[in-house]
């Protein structure tokens, strides 16, 4: 049959071909056609509360487990296979983004800074003498009209008990890379004079459209982890310190997301 007359695909059926094929490729002996009953253990250990760049509030895991870290490498070459953009360093270590800075906010000082860095420290410190991890049942394509993701146009999402299969500790392992990764932006604050004026910089709005270069796609396209936080009470407990804390000091600056767009980036998914 002739696909002389076939549509092309969108940009959202491109991504989703591609993330099928980055998902069989991960897991070529597991998959099947339907979800596993096994108890599926992949999950994200938290370490830090942690200010990124821009002044972003970031919830910081040990890295990503070995699962998703072949995931990531798989999309990576698809992705370059396709044309697609290489990926940003902000998916190149896991995290949560809990807040940005909202408009109209003067910069930080440096004692500014060290006060909030100390609420963050304070405030992860169940992170250390508990054993907690967030699940990750599903990773989820998005085309979205926010970067926030609080603002959707439609999303897919893929089961991981389809793929995988194995409730063994190599579900939580994390690589010696994966950790060094995050330990390097984890230090990057410790030069906190040095380090205030990345803080300070300004950042690319959440709650409005990308910019697309792409004039066949109109919206952003990611691959994400949503996250259930509140199913963990411990690290939920300790984001709404955080929250309370940090309005109690700084009234205003912040602005929260919505606690159902919260996510772990695994991808940006732009040509």
Not at 32 to 39: C, L, V, Y
């Amino acid at each position: 049959m002739s696909t002389d007359n076939l549509a092309p695909l969108t940009a959202f059926e491109d991504a989703t071909s591609i993330l099928s094929t980055a998902l069989a490729g991960a897991f070529p002996h597991n998959q099947s056609t339907s979800p596993s009953s096994n108890t599926i253990i992949i999950s994200l250990k938290p370490i830090s509360f942690f200010i990124s760049w821009n002044g972003v509030i970031c919830l910081v895991f040990h890295g990503f487990p070995h699962p998703l870290e072949a995931l990531k490498s798989e999309l990576n070459g698809e992705c370059a296979k396709h044309g697609y953009k290489k990926e940003n360093f902000g998916s190149q270590w896991a995290k949560i983004s809990l807040a940005f800075v909202g408009d109209n906010n003067a910069p930080l000082t440096l004692a500014e800074f060290g006060e909030l860095k100390s609420i963050c420290r304070e405030c992860s410190a169940s992170f250390e003498t508990t054993n907690i991890s967030i699940p990750v049942k599903s990773v989820s394509l998005v085309e979205y009209e926010w970067r926030s993701l609080e603002k959707i146009s439609r999303s897919k999402e893929f089961e991981l008990t389809v793929y995988y299969k194995e409730a063994t500790n190599d579900a939580i392992e994390i690589s010696t890379e994966q950790l060094s990764k995050t330990n390097k932006v984890l230090s990057e604050w410790d030069e906190e004079s040095t380090y205030l004026e990345n803080v300070n910089l300004p950042a690319a709005p959440y709650r409005s459209a990308p910019v697309i270069s792409n004039p066949q796609q109109s919206n952003g396209l990611t691959c994400v982890a949503f996250l259930d936080v509140k199913s963990v009470p411990t690290i939920w407990q300790s984001i709404c310190d955080l929250r309370k804390k940090v309005e109690d000091q700084f009234k205003g600056r912040y602005e929260w997301l919505k606690d159902d767009s919260l996510h772990c980036t695994i991808r940006a998914m732009n040509r």
